[in-house]
């Protein structure tokens, strides 16, 4: 195994999420503060009003979400596992490798993350938000944080999409395989995959996430070959304007309206288990099955700190800082590349 010389930080980005439910108002404050999320004539004099508006408002519906997944979000507790896995799985493979978590919204901030980057002394860095598919209100939003923030002289490295790498999809298809084991009948189950839905007007805009997401839909298909009836949705809307469609709640109701009765909800464009899986998909929507007639309704776990999610993390890492990643023996081994 070939060790490399240099120490590579890594910065996981994350949207973040309350940790209390007092924390539900603020740090959607911050949300909705974003200038990649709320943009408008004038919006440096009515963003922070706005924000204000929609925050106050937003957090009263949401926090029943909150409080029935135990008063606050996991999303920090499963980034920051799936940070110490990937620098472990580094280490293992001979890189001297750094990991750390920067949260968009709530506590740790980016700028708390750089904080911890220069006192690692790290003589290259790798970017790597944790959403697989790329929204200028996701990966765009974490980067440009970063990028105000950061003006060192460090070499940075970004990644932008990982949607088609082929752990990371094999990581899905594991979830989905755990999921459809739970029927009696797996191959009668419908297959629904959720992704989080954003407005229509940043997709007309040419951001390419809703292209990206409707292909991993059918390359996750393709690689599990299950028999399989299948279809896409979208959740989490905010606000009166168009987003994606169609929702999760349209979905159920036609799906229960064509007499299907066993779902697999696949929440496909988030990496571990929050508010949007454990609160919204398998409360919520579970609920909403049950009251229309849905008589079985499983959800596919987070991908969390996989194994097989982790390896693809690594990956992409490696090929980011320009070290080739193979196999000797069976076992993982690193080569700097010059």
């Given at each position: 195994?070939?060790?490399?010389?240099?120490?590579?930080?890594?910065?996981?980005?994350?949207?973040?999420?309350?940790?209390?439910?007092?924390?539900?108002?603020?740090?959607?404050?911050?949300?909705?503060?974003?200038?990649?999320?709320?943009?408008?004539?004038?919006?440096?004099?009515?963003?922070?009003?706005?924000?204000?508006?929609?925050?106050?408002?937003?957090?009263?519906?949401?926090?029943?979400?909150?409080?029935?997944?135990?008063?606050?979000?996991?999303?920090?507790?499963?980034?920051?596992?799936?940070?110490?896995?990937?620098?472990?799985?580094?280490?293992?493979?001979?890189?001297?490798?750094?990991?750390?978590?920067?949260?968009?919204?709530?506590?740790?901030?980016?700028?708390?993350?750089?904080?911890?980057?220069?006192?690692?002394?790290?003589?290259?860095?790798?970017?790597?938000?944790?959403?697989?598919?790329?929204?200028?209100?996701?990966?765009?939003?974490?980067?440009?944080?970063?990028?105000?923030?950061?003006?060192?002289?460090?070499?940075?490295?970004?990644?932008?999409?990982?949607?088609?790498?082929?752990?990371?999809?094999?990581?899905?298809?594991?979830?989905?395989?755990?999921?459809?084991?739970?029927?009696?009948?797996?191959?009668?189950?419908?297959?629904?995959?959720?992704?989080?839905?954003?407005?229509?007007?940043?997709?007309?805009?040419?951001?390419?996430?809703?292209?990206?997401?409707?292909?991993?839909?059918?390359?996750?298909?393709?690689?599990?070959q299950w028999p399989n009836r299948y279809r896409l949705c979208y959740q989490s809307k905010v606000?009166?304007?168009?987003?994606?469609?169609?929702?999760?709640?349209?979905?159920?109701?036609?799906?229960?309206?064509?007499?299907?009765?066993?779902?697999?909800?696949?929440?496909?464009?988030?990496?571990?288990?929050?508010?949007?899986?454990?609160?919204?998909?398998?409360?919520?929507?579970?609920?909403?099955?049950?009251?229309?007639?849905?008589?079985?309704?499983?959800?596919?776990?987070?991908?969390?700190?996989?194994?097989?999610?982790?390896?693809?993390?690594?990956?992409?890492?490696?090929?980011?800082?320009?070290?080739?990643?193979?196999?000797?023996?069976?076992?993982?081994?690193?080569?700097?590349?010059?």
């Amino acid at each position: 195994m070939a060790t490399t010389t240099r120490r590579v930080g890594v910065v996981l980005f994350q949207l973040g999420g309350p940790d209390t439910l007092e924390a539900i108002e603020p740090f959607l404050f911050n949300l909705f503060c974003d200038p990649d999320i709320i943009d408008f004539p004038f919006a440096r004099i009515g963003r922070k009003p706005l924000a204000k508006l929609i925050s106050s408002t937003r957090a009263r519906k949401v926090q029943h979400h909150y409080a029935v997944i135990g008063g606050g979000s996991p999303i920090r507790r499963f980034t920051e596992q799936q940070a110490r896995a990937l620098q472990l799985k580094l280490k293992e493979s001979g890189v001297d490798a750094r990991c750390f978590v920067a949260m968009r919204y709530w506590h740790p901030f980016t700028a708390e993350a750089i904080q911890q980057v220069r006192a690692a002394g790290c003589d290259e860095i790798v970017l790597l938000p944790l959403y697989p598919h790329y929204s200028s209100t996701t990966t765009g939003s974490s980067l440009n944080e970063w990028r105000r923030l950061f003006r060192d002289n460090v070499p940075v490295h970004s990644i932008e999409t990982f949607y088609h790498h082929p752990l990371y999809l094999e990581a899905v298809v594991e979830k989905v395989e755990e999921a459809l084991a739970r029927f009696p009948q797996p191959e009668q189950a419908e297959i629904v995959f959720s992704a989080h839905s954003v407005p229509m007007s940043v997709i007309e805009k040419g951001d390419p996430y809703q292209r990206q997401i409707q292909e991993t839909v059918e390359l996750v298909m393709q690689r599990g070959q299950w028999p399989n009836r299948y279809r896409l949705c979208y959740q989490s809307k905010v606000g009166a304007s168009k987003w994606l469609q169609p929702s999760l709640h349209t979905t159920l109701k036609d799906l229960a309206a064509e007499k299907r009765r066993e779902l697999c909800i696949v929440p496909i464009s988030f990496v571990s288990d929050h508010v949007e899986t454990l609160g919204e998909i398998n409360h919520e929507a579970r609920e909403e099955a049950e009251a229309l007639g849905i008589e079985r309704f499983e959800m596919t776990s987070g991908l969390n700190d996989s194994p097989t999610f982790i390896a693809a993390l690594a990956q992409l890492v490696a090929g980011a800082a320009g070290i080739e990643w193979g196999q000797q023996q069976g076992v993982d081994r690193l080569v700097a590349a010059d």
